[in-house]
């Protein structure tokens, strides 16, 4: 099952080597939600997913689309076929101010199809990345095992501490590797992004090497992760999704302290 919102910077081939790490029925409570292109799949496929998110545009849009897809799908053919690009980013400026869910969800699918980088906040209008089905994907989702939490705590990682359900392993999709997310400029872009969350790779460390549970990360290959997370586990994926041992052909990298 294919989900409806994309996002380039962490789209990944690794789900089969996930699956093969998670088991069926475990329940997987998963970090730094966005287009679910991991959490999804997994979910239909027999995990439990708790997918969080500190954002509550992220949350709201995913929450309405579990109640009601034939509303965001309404909202979103409404108001489709953006041809300006000063629409587009005066919609970017002003969605968290509109006075109705479904209208901010339409809104938000919309803007994360037509952005050249997926987020909704900021990007470019690319009207060419528009992909028209993914409007019949909206109504495609099954959230039988996946379930969306709002953490209202901006740091991700207390949120992860203070899991108090039952959790057979913590996933972070996190994307591109860097240490100092928490320690420049991108602090100010954090705080005024609506759909955007950073994560403070040295305390993720700490936390694997701390906690009792089981944790996942996902990267896109860089020597780096390997040098950093040196202590902990690491399967090479290639461009096919499939584990390697050869450097050469990484694309992705899971970590994991187990």
């Not at 789900?15 to 730094?32: D, E, M, N, Q, T």
């Not at 470019?124 to 099954?142: G, Q």
């Not at 790779?201 to 860089?222: A, F």
């Amino acid at each position: 099952m294919k989900t409806p919102i994309k996002l380039p910077a962490k789209e990944f081939k690794s789900l089969s080597a996930i699956k093969s790490i998670i088991p069926p029925g475990s329940y997987v409570h998963s970090f730094l939600l966005y287009n679910a292109g991991i959490e999804i799949p997994l979910s239909s496929d027999g995990r439990y997913v708790i997918a969080h998110t500190n954002k509550y545009s992220i949350y709201e849009f995913w929450t309405c689309l579990s109640m009601n897809p034939e509303q965001v799908q309404k909202v979103a053919e409404h108001f489709d076929n953006i041809g300006d690009k000063n629409i587009f980013h005066l919609l970017q400026e002003t969605l968290p101010n509109y006075p109705d869910p479904y209208l901010r969800a339409g809104v938000f699918f919309l803007l994360n199809k037509y952005s050249k980088s997926g987020y909704v906040s900021r990007g470019e209008f690319d009207p060419d990345s528009h992909n028209p089905l993914a409007m019949a994907n909206l109504r495609k989702v099954s959230f039988e095992n996946f379930m969306v939490v709002h953490n209202k705590n901006d740091d991700v990682i207390e949120s992860m501490r203070n899991i108090n359900t039952r959790c057979d392993y913590v996933f972070v999709p996190v994307g591109d590797f860097s240490l100092n997310f928490l320690k420049n400029k991108e602090t100010e872009v954090n705080s005024l992004s609506y759909d955007q969350t950073f994560i403070d790779t040295r305390g993720i460390r700490e936390y694997m090497q701390t906690t009792d549970k089981k944790v996942i990360l996902l990267y896109h290959y860089n020597k780096s992760v390997i040098d950093f997370f040196e202590k902990q586990n690491k399967y090479l994926i290639d461009q096919w999704g499939r584990i390697t041992n050869n450097k050469s052909r990484a694309k992705e990298v899971i970590v994991a302290n187990f």
